[in-house]
T-cell receptor
Framework: GEDVEQSLFLSVREGDSSVINCTYT??????LYWYKQEPGAGLQLLTYIFSNMDMKQDQRLTVLLNKKDKHLSLRIADTQTGDSAIYFCAAYSGGYQKVTFGTGTKLQVIP | NAGVTQTPKFQVLKTGQSMTLQCAQDMNHEYMSWYRQDPGMGLRLIHYSVGAGITDQGEVPNGYNVSRSTTEDFPLRLLSAAPSQTSVYFCASSYSRSSPRVGEQYFGPGTRLTVT
């Protein structure tokens, strides 16, 4: 089945850019998602990208997809302390249940 | 809309006890699911439902039962609690059950369960 992997931790200084990376194994994944989880809360969908796109930009967020390498990244420009959270990558590859989540990357923003 | 609600927020059980985690959504979503979140393991799917009366197993279904008698409610039952079920449980819903956009899920705030 699908396997989605992320590094567990990232630390950046306030105002810098953050880049969170994700790799997936199923080349038939059609939609890829980024979710944000703030402390003590559920996950919130940030953005998604369809597999026929290379890039998607939404205000401070930029998603890059390298389908050949099965690599997804989320770039947060001008990172703020409010961006401190766990970020989950998720992949959909068909079927009702096949939304596979990564382990999550904890982003720490240093003031 | 309240979105996805879960009760209780916290629960402590003794080994062998049973309980039901409640989940409700008011968005008329067809697709609902239960996940557990454990450190370093991300989210793992327990059970899911694509509509009232239809449920199926996910990745880690053992020790859990679900039912879906209405579109709104999707309770998760722990039959005989074990320490390995100590986790944070999330319910989620999605408006679509028949397109790739099933991955656009709305999550509840979670139930933090400890089994001693």
């Amino acid at each position: 089945g699908e396997d989605v992997e992320q590094s567990l931790f990232l630390s950046v200084r306030e105002g810098d850019s953050s880049v969170i990376n994700c790799t997936y194994t199923d080349s038939s994944s059609t939609y890829l998602y980024w979710y944000k989880q703030e402390p003590g809360a559920g996950l919130q969908l940030l953005t998604y990208i369809f597999s026929n796109m290379d890039m998607k930009q939404d205000q401070r967020l930029t998603v890059l997809l390298n389908k050949k390498d099965k690599h997804l990244s989320l770039r947060i420009a001008d990172t703020q302390t409010g961006d401190s959270a766990i970020y989950f990558c998720a992949a959909y590859s068909g079927g009702y249940q096949k939304v596979t989540f990564g382990t999550g990357t904890k982003l720490q923003v240093i003031p | 809309n309240a979105g996805v609600t879960q009760t209780p927020k916290f629960q402590v059980l003794k080994t062998g006890q049973s309980m039901t985690l409640q989940c409700a959504q008011d968005m008329n979503h067809e697709y609902m699911s239960w996940y557990r979140q454990d450190p370093g393991m991300g989210l793992r799917l327990i059970h899911y439902s694509v509509g009232a009366g239809i449920t199926d197993q996910g990745e880690v279904p053992n020790g859990y039962n679900v039912s879906r008698s209405t579109t709104e409610d999707f309770p998760l039952r722990l039959l005989s609690a074990a320490p390995s079920q100590t986790s944070v449980y999330f319910c989620a819903s999605s408006y679509s059950r028949s397109s790739p956009r099933v991955g656009e899920q709305y999550f509840g705030p979670g139930t933090r369960l400890t089994v001693t």
